[in-house]
């Protein structure tokens, strides 16, 4: 396990400078906007969508059909996957609640609400999760560039129908219904991820390599 998680590490690693790049852009737009939950958001997000392309590597290279030829399970490859990204996206969480802490120290009209950072980098963590949760398995059906596409629509339409409920004039949660969602969330985002695993490990032991 260890080692295909190295693996995927050392193919992503010339993504790191653009990562930093990436970081910089965003943190010197949150302190010019006071705006932490920006940064938060677009760290968290785009740490979560790093993971992907190790599959592009993996497609170009015919890793999958090398790595069967190894003593590796194809439940350690996928389960090395979700690993990868659930690691990537915990390491974003955290580095944007670092980062929105040290802008705050740079910037009198900031302040830093440590509850406050810590639910919403957790709201972001969670929704990283939701969102690699329906993207791997699409991407072991259908493959990372037809996933490409699909990706799109995993982002739009939660955006929309919230937009849509919003317009429809039902009532949005209450503070008390997302403290109890935020109460529950760990055991549902565990449901979520041990159902999305399933799926993709059925799907990638039905491949035909």
């Known amino acids: 396990m260890k080692s295909l998680l ?10 790191f400078r653009t990562l930093a790049l990436f970081i910089i852009l965003y943190s010197f737009i949150s302190f010019s906007m006071d705006d932490l939950n920006l940064l938060s958001g677009m760290i968290t997000m785009f740490f979560a969508m790093i993971p992907i392309t190790s599959f592009s590597y993996d497609q170009h290279s015919n890793w999958d059909l090398f790595a069967l030829s190894l003593p590796i399970s194809r439940k350690d490859i996928v389960f090395s996957k979700y690993l990868l990204s659930i690691g990537f996206i915990g390491t974003g969480a955290i580095l944007s609640l670092l980062i929105g802490y040290i802008i705050t120290m740079f910037k009198d009209s900031a302040t830093f609400d440590v509850k406050t950072q810590l639910i919403v980098a957790y709201s972001l963590f969670a929704i990283g999760i939701v969102f690699i949760s329906v993207l791997l398995p699409l991407i072991y059906k259908f493959g990372i560039e037809k996933s490409r596409i699909m990706m799109l629509v995993v982002f739009l ?12 004039g039902i009532p949005m949660p209450t503070d008390a219904d997302l403290l109890i969602l935020l109460k529950i969330s760990p055991i549902l985002i565990g449901m979520i991820l041990f159902v999305s695993f399933y799926i993709s490990y ?8």
């Open 6 to 15: 190295l693996k995927d590490m050392l193919n992503l690693r010339k993504y």
């Open 157 to 168: 339409v939660p955006t929309l129908i919230i937009i849509l409920l919003a317009k429809s």
């Open 202 to 209: 059925k799907l990638f032991m039905g491949k035909d390599l």
